[in-house]
């Protein structure tokens, strides 16, 4: 099936099942391995790409339901503005160690920021609540996304 969408702000078009989990087009076929795959059941959060600017877990959407949909993965946020705040925020704060789940929480951070730019820590911790981490103190990541916020006002 052809199967078409917008990936990191281009025209993507890929003769494909289906069927297929989106994160091994992502990974296996168009060779993106920013995006990474923890526990395949949608509960780490490691897999998180933006589809129309919300946070999905692509280990459990079949590409076609990404049909003229667009996608951002951590790779189309690397050269924004708001990916460097992001990046130096985390940095900062140690909101990263191994750096396995940065990028589905820089992804989760991203989209929490665009559609609420002053979180309160309870809303950080909600949304960064399907994010796994096993190297860091959670606090530190909400830190991360506090200082994020600050930092980017009038960004988000």
Not at 63 to 89: P, S, Y
Request: proline letters at 3%; hydrophobic letters at 40%.
């Amino acid at each position: 099936m052809k199967i078409s969408f917008k990936l990191n702000g281009k025209d993507v078009s890929l003769e494909l099942d289906p069927s297929m989990r989106f994160i091994d087009v992502i990974r296996d076929i168009l060779h993106l391995n920013g995006t990474k795959e923890g526990c395949g059941e949608g509960s780490c959060g490691a897999c998180v790409v933006l589809m129309d600017g919300k946070s999905v877990n692509s280990c459990l959407l079949p590409v076609a339901n990404v049909i003229n949909h667009e996608i951002v993965t951590i790779e189309g946020l690397w050269e924004t503005k708001e990916f460097e705040i992001l990046q130096k925020a985390f940095a900062e704060r140690n909101g990263q160690q191994c750096g396995f789940c940065t990028p589905g929480m820089i992804i989760a951070a991203f989209s929490l920021l665009k559609s609420n730019s002053h979180p309160t820590e309870e809303e950080i911790r909600a949304k960064m609540s399907g994010n796994l981490c096993r190297c860091t103190g959670y606090q530190a990541i909400v830190e991360a996304v506090l200082l994020a916020s600050r930092e980017g006002e009038g960004l988000w």
